[in-house]
């Protein structure tokens, strides 16, 4: 009901706007022109489960449209059907700004996993070093940031744990990330031999076959 308020609001004032042209003007081509123009009312986001990126959309798209819904919760309509309404206080608006800020670098790492135009497995263990990263405590951090950080990281901390080595090696093939920059000195030089042995098994694989295919 509340979105719909949102809505009805929005695009009153719009229509309005554009009336106030016609009027102004008298000409039916820009009224015409600036009703091709109104924007669709922006609604409110609820978040699935199931959709990590979800919550960010639900939480960005409630910081841009606060101060709507703060007038529209002031409205004789919601305010006789709503009874009790439990609005957010500066310390909530707070924590959502801190979590928007906390979940933008997930929602770069899936986006960038998504892309079906290029092979992403080479950018996983990047990806997941630089979300770590990001996750580590800080001083400066309210409850429900550290609480978040924490849950994350114990999250990723279960994730491609048997796979990794395959996909570190993943990694060093591909040009963009050839120094392996996410890596200490000891794990970089142990991908790399690890590379270099299944490359001499592999050339010695394809001369036998060759040999065995035309000798």
Not at 24 to 31: A, E, I, K, Y
């Amino acid at each position: 009901m509340i979105a719909q308020e949102l809505a009805d609001d929005n695009s009153g004032g719009e229509t309005g706007e554009g009336d106030i042209g016609d009027e102004g003007t008298g000409d039916g081509d820009t009224g015409d022109a600036m009703k091709k123009k109104k924007k669709k009312p922006k609604k409110l986001i609820i978040d699935v489960t199931t959709h990590w990126n979800s919550t960010l959309d639900m939480l960005e798209r409630y910081l841009e449209l606060r101060e709507a819904i703060a007038l529209t919760l002031l409205t004789d309509s919601i305010q006789k059907n709503a009874g009790n309404l439990d609005t957010l206080s500066n310390s909530d608006l707070q924590d959502v700004t801190d979590m928007v800020e906390l979940l933008k670098p997930l929602k770069k790492a899936t986006t960038v996993m998504m892309d079906e135009k290029k092979p992403t497995v080479s950018l996983t263990s990047p990806l997941k070093h630089g979300i770590e990263i990001k996750m580590q405590p800080s001083e400066e951090d309210t409850s429900t940031v550290a609480r978040m950080k924490r849950d994350i990281l114990t999250n990723l901390s279960s994730r491609y744990t048997e796979e990794l080595e395959y996909l570190v090696e993943y990694t060093a093939l591909d040009t963009r990330f050839l120094n392996l920059p996410h890596l200490d000195e000891v794990h970089r030089r142990d991908v790399f031999r690890r590379l270099k042995e299944k490359a001499l098994q592999f050339n010695q694989v394809f001369i036998y076959s060759y040999n065995n295919l035309y000798f």
